[in-house]
Every structure is written in C-alpha cells, then in structure tokens.
C-alpha cells in the first residue's frame, strides 16, 4: 500500500546531529496519520507521501523544518519564590504570557537562591541533524482516527 492520504504509517527513526552523534532513535516504530495532520516533521510527510512500505529516507533537516530557530525571549528569569521547593534543573512545566493561547514547555536550566532560570525553547531549537527513517507499515485509517485526526492503538495515541 503507498503512503497516501489518511493512511497510517508506522516508522522506524534516528536523527544525529552533525557530528554524526545520535540525539534520538526508536526501540519501537512510531505511528502518524498521513495527510497534513500535523503529526510529523511536515517536509519528512511530504518525502514519504507516495512511498510504501521498507521505505528508506534520508534528510537533512534545518531548523526551520523541524524544531524552529532558537529564541531568546523564551529563556526567562524568574523569582525563587515563585517555585516549589523541590524544583530541580531539568524539570519541566506548562507556561505562557497572561492574555496568550500560546503554551511552552519550559525546562528549568539553573537554580540560585534568589532566580530560577527557565527555557521555552525545544531542546533541539536552532539545529540541524540528519533524519532517517524506515517505514514499517502503511495501513488505511480508520474512521475514528479520522474524525479525531491523529492515530489509536498501537504505536499510536490511546484514548
């Protein structure tokens, strides 16, 4: 079956940085509905769309095709007193501006006695690496993913 459309394609991935050192690899295949439902890298969909099952690809990806460039704005100075006691450096939490939609995740990257410093920025923001991946299955979705836009069951989101 070819990678169309409303199909579901399950993947094995690597991405490595530019020295060739892994950032991130898949023990288990991964699953997204194909067709511009947000749920991969939109140039890695667009690569894989006619493909079909033990397909390989290959892709050098920019910031801006993957995890966006990084912004200064979203690391933040914050009080001490505006955090639990047992926060930690690595720890992350949901944040946004007052009067905003917009939500990061934001990871706590220094701890003094007066300031916490956090970073809304994704870990990978701002780099290039290598995206490869297999493709392990190609199968019609079903009605219920369609209608919730994204995949169930295995390799996919449960409800």
Known sequence: ??????????????MTDQEGNLMEETDE????????????FPVVEEALHEKETG???SLQMEPDDAFG????????VEPRSAFPEEITVGMQF??????????????????????????GNHPYA???????CTVTEVRP??????SHGHVHGPHGHEH
């Open 1 to 14: 079956m070819r990678i169309v459309k409303n199909t579901v394609v399950s993947l094995h991935y690597k």
């Open 29 to 40: 295949p991964i699953s997204y509905l194909h067709g511009g439902y947000d749920g991969i």
């Open 55 to 57: 397909a390989t690809l």
């Open 69 to 76: 460039e990084y912004d200064e704005e979203l690391m933040r």
């Open 94 to 119: 949901e944040g946004g501006e007052e009067d905003s939609d917009d939500f990061y995740i934001y990871t706590v990257r220094e701890i003094t006695d007066d300031v916490v410093v956090v970073d």
């Open 126 to 132: 701002g780099m290039a690496f290598q995206f490869e």
């Open 141 to 146: 979705a079903t009605e219920e993913e369609l």
